[in-house]
């Protein structure tokens, strides 16, 4: 059984910084890429960042500079750091690998 569970959301002021984590098992981690979505509400569900399996990354452009994306392959784990962050960086987070997400979790910048 796949699961992907994520940690690390809450609610932070503007400027500041969390960490998410996203813990994968049931599946070989090392040999596939992982990414970070984000869904704000009323809005469609955007790609923040991906890792391949080199730790090659890419951004979106909204993100960059201010996020990064890795992995540790011996916790089966891939992060998302986040600084600097924006009242318009609210949403619900969530990892994927190929057809398999986790539940989310809930980011909130607010003052």
């Known amino acids: 059984q796949v699961q992907l569970v994520e940690s690390g959301g809450g609610l932070v002021q503007p400027g500041g910084s969390l960490r998410l984590s996203c813990v994968v098992s049931?599946?070989?981690?090392?040999?596939?890429?992982m990414a970070w979505y984000r869904q704000a509400p009323g809005k469609e569900r955007e790609l923040v960042a991906t890792?391949?399996?080199?730790?090659?990354?890419k951004y979106d452009d909204s993100v960059k500079g201010r996020f990064t994306i890795s992995r540790d392959n011996a916790k089966s784990t891939v992060y998302l750091q986040m600084n600097s962050l924006k009242p318009d960086d609210t949403a619900v987070y969530s990892c994927?690998?190929?057809?398999?997400w986790g539940q989310g979790t809930q980011v909130t910048v607010s003052s």
């Open positions: 994927r690998n190929g057809n398999y």
């Open positions: 049931g599946i070989t981690f090392a040999i596939n890429a």
């Open positions: 890792i391949d399996t080199r730790g090659s990354t």
